[in-house]
């Protein structure tokens, strides 16, 4: 059985199955790229969107950067003028057609100005996180033929001389900070990169900007490579354009005409959410992007947001947790009168924005908690002007989406894959329910498959957003799609009967039980959380098991030079702690049983999760309570901070045999 919901507004229509499909070759005939046709209605190329955007919006102003103390503003006629000299720079390296240019840096507009110039020059983009090891810079750089590298600083430089040697298509690597360490053949400045191709001329670069097509690759996303070697995604220019103007529509962005939105870029580049959110869609619709420090995530960010009062943010859903759990530690550490009143200002807007009803004091009162209360902790967090709050990337709990609400915060989700250029459903304004990460996109289609009983299925998708393939690995791009063309995601949600979609958890970390039970592991996490505030992250455990058991991380303060999470608790979990009589300030102090307070206080929460567990099978039978919370340093958690359970249970695996040797 399978449903679908085909959102047709728009003229652009996905694409009918049984039409031709294109091909593109490099020169070298190394990359090989399956691209469908597209529509009657011709689409963009990025060069094309560009030059629309610098006709409509050249004098406003595009980046800025602060240096020095000071911002420094790029107008987006200046932005595109940058982009073609740095294309010029590029092909006078020796860029070729269909090759790759990596970036190995934080966001900053060089790594904007190095992109497009990429696009410009024939060239396919391809950002390197940032947190990579020698050994997955060499990786990518090897697997899509890097002719070139921009990296940020001599940190990230010392890892690309690393694996310079083994890297036959590297041709040149450019640093666009700080001074170089040593001289090298083919390693440049930025400065020197900008200058390096004067003599190419304007109409040499506009004859191979004139020749790419709307159907040809021009980005790279590589996965994560949670279960084996990172995937190419290969993104074309219309895979590109047209996200940027239909998804960007659908979560309520508006065009710098009607209003210039204003954003913080801080997320990785590499990952397409941050891409396609901060780049492409602020060139579409000429938004302003104000470029964070690079140790935003380390506790600096909260400042550019006061400085820059944006209109729009984004957040992975472990950055809008740590969001709540800084504003919890901070009403800890206050007064008993400053606690009472966030208390009562915060369950006033809740119930406002869980409630349908209005008028009286049902209206009154929480407008005036607002006005008393909450707004002071929005423009304290940098929200006072914020009118749309975008979370992706991961599911987020429903703790954190209601935390929220009561600051009249609403955290509106979107859901896709790098597969989908990013968002392929998206929240907004106008298409907001809680804990749904809203409709499909108009032009889009979704439908589910395989449904059980309670109408989940596997999320499967259709249209424009939708990937060329994955690079060289012909055999897992046809795994992924059915013979009709559509994309399945892996994910498993279900969707009402007014197109609200709530994606319920994924296939491969679907746990079957021992005993063939299905059993989503995120739902029962959340709920442990939930009952726990103490609690940072909970790992249900139990596939092909007799029994479920669960890894769980206690909240603590991160270290804000590595942020490497401490052994000392978080004010918010010392609280807890003391109100439950235990004198714990440390995670050491309770590992081990060595605090039977909180022990058996987290034993009665895993009890009421167990007692709504749908069946015995789904109740958590062993628990232990990790010495460290996960981290990115220590392989727990991927660039965006999402879990990586395959990593978690490799680490554990001691801890977790012991659950079931007994």
């Known amino acids: 059985m399978e449903s679908s919901v085909v959102a047709d507004q728009s003229t652009d229509v996905p694409i009918k199955k049984n039409e031709e499909k ?49 911002w420094e503003h790029v107008t987006f006629m200046d932005y ?18 269909f090759h790759s240019v990596g970036i190995l840096g934080f966001n900053s507009e060089e790594w904007f100005i190095s992109a497009i110039g990429t696009v410009f020059a024939g060239g396919i983009i391809t950002g390197i996180y940032t947190t990579n090891s020698p050994e997955a810079c060499h990786y990518v750089a090897s697997d899509c033929k890097m002719n070139i590298i921009v990296v940020e600083n001599d940190k990230q430089l010392g890892k690309i001389l690393q694996i310079w040697d083994h890297l036959p298509h590297l041709k040149a690597v450019v640093q666009y900070k700080g001074s170089l360490q040593e001289k090298r053949t083919n390693l440049y400045t930025w400065e020197e990169f900008m200058e390096f191709g004067n003599n190419i001329t304007d109409a040499h670069l506009d004859d191979i900007i004139n020749s790419q097509k709307a159907n040809q690759c021009c980005v790279l996303i590589y996965t994560s490579g949670t279960t084996g070697n990172p995937k190419g995604v290969m993104l074309s220019h219309d895979n590109i354009t047209w996200t940027a103007a239909h998804a960007s529509c659908a979560g309520d962005m508006r065009p710098a005409e009607i209003q210039q939105e204003t954003i913080v870029s801080y997320l990785p580049l590499s990952h397409i959410a941050a891409q396609i959110y901060d780049l492409w869609t602020g060139i579409k619709w000429g938004e302003h992007v104000y470029f964070a420090d690079p140790d935003a995530l380390k506790g600096s960010l909260v400042n550019t947001l006061r400085e820059v009062q944006p209109t729009s943010h984004m957040g992975v859903p472990r950055v809008w947790e740590k969001i709540m759990e800084h504003i919890k530690d901070l ?30 004091l049902k209206l009154f009162l929480p407008s005036l908690a607002d006005y008393l209360v909450l707004a002071k902790i929005r423009k304290l967090l940098g929200f006072s002007s914020c009118q749309k709050h975008f979370s992706g990337a991961a599911p987020i709990s429903m703790e954190t989406l209601e935390f929220f609400l009561g600051l009249n915060i609403t955290l509106y989700e979107a859901y896709g ?17 809680l804990q749904c990460c809203g409709k499909v996109v108009p032009g889009c289609q979704v439908k589910l498959v395989n449904k059980d009983a309670e109408g989940n299925g596997e999320i499967c998708f259709w249209g424009r957003t939708v990937f060329m393939g994955y690079l060289k690995m012909d055999s897992k791009t046809k795994e992924v799609f059915d013979e009709d063309g559509w994309l399945h995601s892996g994910d498993i949600g279900k969707m009402d009967a007014e197109g609200f979609l709530q994606v319920t958890g994924r296939i491969k970390e679907l746990i079957i039980t021992a005993g063939g039970e299905n059993v989503p592991p ?3 996490e959340d709920s442990v959380k939930r009952q726990l505030p103490v609690v940072s992250n909970a790992v249900l455990i139990g596939d092909k098991r007799k029994f479920l058991s669960m890894l769980l991380t206690l909240k603590s303060t991160v270290n804000p030079d590595t942020l490497e999470p401490t052994d000392d608790l978080t004010q918010e979990a010392i609280r807890f702690c003391q109100d439950v009589g235990s004198k714990a300030t440390k995670v050491s102090d309770i590992v081990g049983r060595k605090d039977q307070a909180l022990y058996k206080v987290i034993e009665e929460g895993i009890n009421r999760v167990n007692r709504e567990a749908v069946s015995n099978a789904q109740r958590i039978q062993k628990w232990m309570i990790l010495p460290k919370d996960f981290s990115i340093s220590g392989g727990e958690m991927g660039p965006t901070m999402k879990l990586k359970r395959h990593a978690i249970l490799e680490k554990y695996k001691e801890q977790v045999e012991a659950f079931y040797n007994v």
Not at 84 to 94: E, I, N, P, W, Y
Not at 331 to 343: D, P, W
Request: charged letters at 20%; aromatic letters at 6%; glycine letters at 6%.
């Open 22 to 70: 294109l091909w593109a070759t490099d020169a070298n005939d190394s990359v090989k790229l399956r691209i469908d046709t597209l529509c009657p209605q011709s689409p963009n190329t990025v060069h094309q969107m560009f030059l629309e955007s610098v006709d409509k919006y050249g004098a406003l102003n595009a980046m800025s950067t602060k240096r020095n103390g000071m």
């Open 80 to 97: 595109y003028k940058r982009c073609r000299q740095a294309a010029k720079s590029f092909l006078k390296l020796g860029l070729e057609r």
């Open 331 to 360: 009403s800890a550490q206050s007064g008993t009168v400053r606690k009472m009143l966030l208390s009562w200002a915060m369950s006033l807007s809740l119930e406002k924005n869980r409630s349908l009803s209005s008028g009286g």
């Open 417 to 433: 894959m790098s597969e989908t250029t990013g968002p392929h459903c998206m929240s907004g304004p106008q298409t907001h329910r």
């Open 522 to 524: 995120i739902l029962i």
